[in-house]
């Protein structure tokens, strides 16, 4: 879609990170390496090659940043397709506590992608200071996802205290567990307000996902010029 900002923005971080990827790998690799088995003599790979330059090194830092959001964004659509299916229909699971982890698992991801939206827009302000009104920009960027994302935090916060976050249809999906569970001629009752529990988190999940799909879209808009050139490059970082 040509208004799909935030995958044009993912595209154009891999093919920028691509044009020096495999002597990026390479040091990566001494790094991983030297870091994993401090006590084994190693001679780094890369020792034939140029160090990454201040430009590379800020590319990838921020490029990290940046795909860590892509993968938490993955998970959060996942999450639509996990609760489509119950897969335990013959372990311990109970398709309760089955929604309520995705439930829960949702609504962590969320509280992520907050922070790691963040994060990119603190660090694109910092590494591109010198940009015009870069400041005024991130600043309102900020404020945008603080109010977006608000909703969902005061669920969070709600909740603070408990072991799980509560959602009406999960509880009265669990009640209905219960006394199935002691006489089985509740047996229907029991998977219509299943299907009725299902069916809810799917919508509102979908609803979230597209609302955050718009929330991407606006904020990489705005930093596409900010970290990009005319022609998909990182822009010089001085």
Known sequence: MNNDHFHSFFHKTVDAMNS????????LSDIITENLLPNKKHKPTSDNLPPLTKQETKELEISKIFTDIFSTYLCLTNIEVYISRFPYSKTVVSRSDYLQYHYNSYLNEINIIEKRLMKYIKKVQRTYKTYPNIKAITISLEKDVKSAFKPIVDIRNNHTHSERFRHDKLSSLRFFET????????????????????????????????K?????NHIFKNLDTIVFDKNGNYRPIT
């Open 212 to 216: 955050l799909k718009i929330v991407l």
């Open 179 to 210: 006394i199935r569970d002691a006489d089985h001629l509740f047996e229907s009752q029991y998977m219509r307000k299943f299907r009725e529990a299902r069916s809810e988190l799917k919508k509102q999940i979908a609803r979230n996902n597209n």
């Open 20 to 27: 020096n990827k495999d002597r990026i790998d390479t040091i």
